[in-house]
């Protein structure tokens, strides 16, 4: 194996072990790409939404939680993730 096989192995399972710990934070975290799109999120958002991971991944933050502005709705083009 190379070195740099084991750096990747090595970085896969912190990151493993990071979802695994960030999973059972009571508070919602929810990673996007710079397009709003949801790349990952735990399951306290998973339950806010009442949806399962598989129906939420992929999907844009602003379609899953639209930010409201006095009561009104604000427009896709300035919501802060967009």
Known sequence: MSNADLQINQLRATLSKMEIALSTV????????????????????????????????????????PLLLDRQLVDVNDHPVE
């Open 26 to 65: 009571e508070e919602c975290i929810v990673w996007t790409n710079s397009h709003g799109q949801i790349k990952w999120c735990n399951a306290s958002f998973e339950r806010l939404l009442g949806q399962p991971r598989l129906f939420i991944l992929g999907t844009l933050l602003f379609e899953k939680l």
